[in-house]
T-cell receptor, first 116, second 116 residues
C-alpha cells in the first residue's frame, strides 16, 4: 500500500500564476478530501468527493479555487489566480467508504504552497 | 455544526512520564467517531487512536489510551511512558455517522514537547 500520494511536495509561485496540486488516493478508497492547514485557521476542509462526485465544497474559499476528480485514482486542486494569502500546506486524504464512515482518513504528506 | 475544542495550545512532559491531552466537542448527534492524529515536524498526519461513540469501552493502542466521556462530550488522550518520538502536534477530530457529512472536523491542536 503506497499511501496517499501528493505532488509536488513544495511549490513556490508568484502572485497571479496558476497552481495545480495533485493527489492519488489509496487504491480502493472512494472518499477523497482536500484540507488546507495554516497557522491562523488550522486544518479546514476545502472539498470532499464520494465516488468521484463532489459532496461538500462549502469550504472552497472563492471562485479562484476549483477541484476535480476525473477518476477514482486522481484528483486535482487548482488555484487561478494565486494570491499570497493562499500560502499554506494543502493535504489530500482518502478513506474507504465501503467499510463504514467511521473509517479514519489517510493523509498524504501535503504540498507546501508559497505564493510571493 | 460540530465543533472541537483543544484548550491546551502547548504541553510538556518529562520523558518516561505520563501526559494527558484534553479535547471537548459539541454535537447534537448520538452516533459519531472520534480520532486523535499526530503531526510531527515532518508534517505527516498520523492516526494515533480511534473511538466509536456507541462503544463505552475506551480505546487503547499500546502506550496511547483515551478517556471517552460521552455525556460530558470529552475525549482526552493519555500517553504513557512518553518517548522523545512522541513530540508533535496532536489533533483531536470528530467524524459524523451521517452519510453526506463525512468530513473530519479538527481541533486547533496541542503541541507536545518531551523533556529528556
Amino acid at each position: 500500500d503506497a499511501g496517499v500520494i501528493q505532488s509536488p511536495r513544495h511549490e513556490v509561485t508568484e502572485m497571479g500564476q496558476e497552481v495545480t496540486l495533485r493527489c492519488k488516493p489509496i487504491s480502493g478508497h472512494n472518499s477523497l478530501f482536500w484540507y488546507r492547514q495554516t497557522m491562523m485557521r488550522g486544518l479546514e476542509l476545502l472539498i470532499y468527493f464520494n465516488n468521484n462526485v463532489p459532496i461538500d465544497d462549502s469550504g472552497m474559499p472563492e471562485d479562484r479555487f476549483s477541484a476535480k476528480m476525473p477518476n477514482a485514482s486522481f484528483s486535482t486542486l487548482k488555484i487561478q489566480p494565486s494570491e499570497p494569502r493562499d500560502s499554506a500546506v494543502y493535504f489530500c486524504a482518502s478513506s474507504p467508504k465501503d467499510r463504514g464512515i467511521g473509517s479514519p482518513l489517510h493523509f498524504g504528506n501535503g504540498t507546501r504552497l508559497t505564493v510571493t | 455544526a460540530q465543533t472541537v475544542t483543544q484548550s491546551q495550545p502547548e504541553m510538556s512532559v518529562q520523558e518516561a512520564e505520563t501526559v494527558t491531552l484534553s479535547c471537548t466537542y459539541d454535537t447534537s448527534e448520538s452516533d459519531y467517531y472520534l480520532f486523535w492524529y499526530k503531526q510531527p515536524p515532518s508534517r505527516q498526519m498520523i492516526l494515533v487512536i480511534r473511538q466509536e461513540a456507541y462503544k463505552q469501552q475506551n480505546a487503547t493502542e499500546n502506550r496511547f489510551s483515551v478517556n471517552f466521556q460521552k455525556a460530558a462530550k470529552s475525549f482526552s488522550l493519555k500517553i504513557s511512558d512518553s518517548q522523545l518520538g512522541d513530540a508533535a502536534m496532536y489533533f483531536c477530530a470528530y467524524r459524523s455517522d451521517n452519510f453526506g457529512n463525512e468530513k473530519l472536523t479538527f481541533g486547533t491542536g496541542t503541541r507536545l514537547t518531551i523533556i529528556p
